[in-house]
């Protein structure tokens, strides 16, 4: 650290992050487009499933909440329980 501080190592930091600094709008401009890619993509399903839960409770596919298949110490256990059907009662 004291190497740094004594030397030239302080100006070349200094440098670089001054560098940084100068890109920070570009940096800013990426994030936005990939907010905005983001949206495009996932604001249907977004707004869908808001109304109907379509991809919670679907017979057709896997529901979104549901991971898959545990495996510890050789053993499997499922995260989720399929229901096929309404409850009787």
Sequence with gaps: MQQILLGNGRA?????VAR???LEPEFKAV???ERLVRY???L??????FVNFADLY????LAVFQAGTLY??????ELCIRVDGPNPR
């Design 12 to 16: 070349a930091l200094a440098a670089l």
């Design 20 to 22: 940084d600094q100068a």
């Design 31 to 33: 994030n936005d487009v």
């Design 40 to 42: 495009h993509r996932d």
């Design 44 to 49: 249907r399903a977004l707004l869908h499933n």
């Design 58 to 61: 679907s017979r057709d596919r």
């Design 72 to 77: 510890l110490d050789s053993r499997s256990t």
